[in-house]
T-cell receptor, first 111, second 114 residues
């Protein structure tokens, strides 16, 4: 177990709605990254936060946004949900530049 | 543009034998490579990593080999155990100004038969 927690575990939303996913990083880790994993694919990098600032972004539209708080926990917000947003959303925390430790994920279903 | 590729969607081996999982990459800026294991309904679990300055790293039953000229790495599991059955992801990262993002392959489903 990594010590990274995510909430909620599952949720179902309707197309056009907004969603907020939450992540608590492992103690001592100041960097949080978010990934989207579609069925049958590897995780895709959304963005990373380091000390409350965005520190890199993948190929995702602006309706995917995030925050990191002073305690290094983080939120992922997705506006105007689309059917293709249905996926497992993974949060990973790290203290060193490369090795990232993942939480269990949030399964989002958009109908 | 799939920069990290795992060409074998699945692999089946007998308990006690060696499992070899392969991964190829195209981006020459990658300088750190990792392997993760994923069980259903769980997040990926870090297994082992290797820096581009090395060609081998070993941790118990797990060994990762890196061939930079071929842009190829492999994970060896010896001996394989039924509990190793999972999806294995290869990931790579590059030093840069845009954070230490990981680029993942598509994964290989390993099944170890008793």
């Amino acid at each position: 177990e990594t010590g990274v927690t995510q909430s909620p575990t599952h949720l179902i939303k309707t197309r056009g709605q907004q969603v907020t996913l939450r992540c608590s990083s492992q103690s001592g880790h100041n960097t949080v990254s978010w990934y989207q994993q579609a069925l049958g694919q590897g995780p895709q990098f959304i963005f990373q936060y380091y000390r409350e600032e965005e520190n890199g972004r993948g190929n995702f539209p602006p309706r995917f946004s995030g925050l990191q708080f002073p305690n290094y926990s983080s939120e992922l917000n997705v506006n105007a949900l689309e059917l293709d947003d249905s996926a497992l959303y993974l949060c990973a925390s790290s203290r060193t530049p490369h090795e990232q430790y993942f939480g269990p994920g949030t399964r989002l279903t958009v109908t | 543009d799939q920069q990290v590729k795992q060409n074998s969607p699945s692999l089946s081996v007998q308990e006690g034998r060696i499992s070899i999982l392969n991964c190829d990459y195209t981006n020459s800026m990658f300088d750190y490579f990792l392997w993760y294991k994923k069980y259903p309904a769980e997040g990926p679990t870090f297994l082992i990593s290797i820096s581009s300055i090395k060609d081998k790293n070993e941790d118990g039953r797990f060994t990762v080999f890196l061939n930079k000229s071929a842009k190829h790495l492999s994970l060896h599991i010896v001996p394989s155990q039924p509990g190793d059955s999972a999806v294995y992801f290869c990931a790579a990262s590059a030093r840069g100004t845009s954070g230490s993002r990981l680029t993942f392959g598509e994964g290989t489903q390993l099944t170890v038969n008793p």
